[in-house]
């Protein structure tokens, strides 16, 4: 079973290394497949396949249904930054703020479901 733990890390790497490699000759395209939910399919997957929980299974699921628009509030300062005069580096602190009180909306939205 010490094979499987190298394999996840392995495919994850491989699809980060991949989308980044590509965001150089096609950013659009990169962006795309990125913003697939290959992560979360991956994750659900290995995760099932470690665990055999299909309960933990279903409230990861919810928990990435829920996760995944909380999420987007990291992108929101990229949309304003020329506006308020961020850079790239306020811009990504900015998101990195606004990730991090999300993570209390996720919390809080998860135990409405649950």
């Known amino acids: 079973m010490a ?3 190298v394999l996840k890390v392995a495919i994850a790497a491989c699809v980060i290394s ?3 490699w590509l965001a150089g000759k096609r950013p659009e395209l990169a962006g795309f497949i990125i913003a697939l939910p290959i992560a979360s399919l991956l994750a ?3 995760s099932h396949l470690e665990h055999h929980n299909t309960q933990a299974s279903v409230t990861f699921a919810k928990s990435i249904l829920i996760g995944v628009p909380v ?8 949309f304003v ?3 308020w005069g961020l850079g790239f580096w306020g811009a990504y602190a900015l998101g990195i703020a606004l990730l991090v009180s999300g993570y209390f909306v996720h919390k809080y939205a998860l135990g409405l479901i649950s």
Do not use: D
């Open 18 to 20: 991949i989308t980044s």
């Open 81 to 83: 930054a020329e506006r």
């Open 71 to 78: 999420s987007w509030l990291f992108f929101a300062p990229f």
């Open 3 to 5: 094979l499987l733990p």
């Open 44 to 46: 659900l997957a290995f």
